[in-house]
């Protein structure tokens, strides 16, 4: 059997059932512009900000962008027990999982590349190296997606999907150095922000755009893959061991 | 008839046990289904049927016991037999977004099926079930019966040559049912194995060939439709309606004809049953004699009601109002 056939589908079908409704396009659109403007606004410091706000944006966009998405539809499709029919597909879990996130991992890259078309009017950017830039967006696509699924293997109801992304997601706004460096946090806050993903993907967006970060970026990159792959088992063994009993 | 000692079933479960904290949902299942069988799974709401259904389709792990699908392992790798089966849930559980067609070609996706061939399989199945009208709508607009009719035509989008259907009637109208009824003998005549689980006696005694009674997740008997009814088969009974209460009158009848048993069906109903003739005309004077009047009386055909009663003793009428009537 032709195990990407289903993968393919169930992909598709996510993104024409749930990521190309016009509430969740507009709210990829908006949400971005939202927060560009508000930290635009705050720093006082006309266009010239809007290139060291830009990687914390992208970034923002990306995690709620994904998270949202992604845990309220697994939980809708789990309580309504569609589902099931997933689960009943003969296509390995790991396989099937992988299809479920990727729509959400593609609206999260999309989700990233709003600030940065919008940026292109406002400021110049010739001097970002887009190659340090694309594989930092896909990851933090990737691993705020898993932490989406992470939020709705570990809930029931799909408000409790929300809330719980929200446990996560706003904190990560403030410790992750999207909008000011980590070194301004207070001493006993920072070990946190180093267990976070969104740290290490920020760090990233921040060498490609504004060419400077904290750590090196293969160091980054490899801490950044290493969270999206403990992420996956470990939503993974979470299904199998709660979803499947 | 078809074979019933199949040397090497489609389906074979062995000590097949499931707990759920205190709660043992299914409890040492052990029975056999063959090659194109049309089985029963017979019993009221909590008797492990659908529990039984999620352990051998792969939904939940049993605590115990073996499930062999096709000669595959699947307690431990419930992947291995996935692609030979097709299952229908008790509830319809289809993308609510997605058209008719868009849903039975996803479901047919999800079995590797190529789009020329989904796209034409989902055609051929909204035909045949009478919903090509309804193809381009949203399954969330659609009727029960037609939401179960297309979950069915879900269940087999693959052609698989297992189906295993849960209570496939439950709450949908009289119409549907029977129109359901028709195309699972459809299904079987065309050599599909079927696992049915439903708690409408009637429709496992006209459908299924052999039938497994399940209470409380442990079978009480397992056996051929003919071979089950046997023990009835000779007996008569009756169903006499009177007018006003029917306390009483038992014993009075019993102690008048202690050839015959007497129960109270109903509040207005008395139950006679023999392994003689029975005859009405005695039976009406004596009811009169005692101020009551027989308002009818019908003769009852002997039905695997009776042997699941006999063997069970569980009151069918509080199973029958368990998922809210319809279907029959």
Known sequence: ?245 | MRIINDPDPLIRVEELTKRYKEVTAVDGLSFAVNHGELFGFLGPNGAGKTTTISLLTGLARPDSGAIRIAGRECAKNPKAAQHLIGVVPDESNLYPELSGYDNLCFCAALYGMRQAERQMRARELLEVFGLEGAADRKFAGYSKGMKRKLTIAAGIIHRPPILFLDEPTTGIDVASARQIRQLIADLHRAGTTIFLTTHYIEEAERLCERIAFVVQGRIVEIDSVVNLLQPVRQRRAMLITVSGSVEGLCNHLAGAYPQFTFQAASADQVRVESSDTISIGPLVRSIEDQGGEVIEARRLRPSLEDVFVRITGIDLDAMKKEKGGGGQ
């Open chain 1, 1 to 245: 059997m032709n195990q990407w056939i289903a993968f393919w589908s169930i992909m598709f079908k996510d993104v024409r059932a749930y990521y190309l409704k016009p509430p969740n396009v507009s709210w990829g659109l908006i949400f971005p512009v939202a927060w560009t403007g508000m930290f635009f606004i705050r720093s006082g410091r006309g266009l010239d900000s809007v290139l060291d706000l830009l990687p914390g944006v992208v970034a923002i966009s990306v995690l709620f962008g994904t998270t949202s998405m992604l845990a309220v539809t697994v939980t809708f499709e789990k309580k309504n027990r569609s589902f099931d029919r997933l689960l009943l597909a003969p296509i390995p879990l790991s396989l099937l999982m992988l299809a479920k996130t990727s729509g959400a991992i593609l609206f999260g890259v999309f989700n990233a590349f709003v600030p940065i078309l919008l940026a292109q009017f406002l400021t110049d950017l010739s001097r970002i190296a887009w190659m340090t830039v694309l594989p930092a967006v896909l990851l933090v696509a990737i691993a705020s997606t898993f932490l989406g699924l992470f939020i709705a293997v570990s809930v029931s109801e799909v408000f409790e999907a929300q809330t719980f992304s929200n446990f996560f997601r706003f904190p990560m706004i403030f410790l992750c150095g999207l909008f000011f460096p980590i070194s301004a946090l207070p001493a006993f806050l920072r070990p946190l922000a180093f267990a976070l993903p969104l740290t290490y993907g920020v760090d990233i967006l921040r060498q490609g755009i504004l060419g400077q970060s904290m750590l090196p970026t293969g160091l980054n990159l490899m801490i950044l893959i290493g969270f999206c792959l403990a992420l996956f088992i470990v939503s993974l063994r979470n299904v199998h061991r709660k979803w499947i009993v």
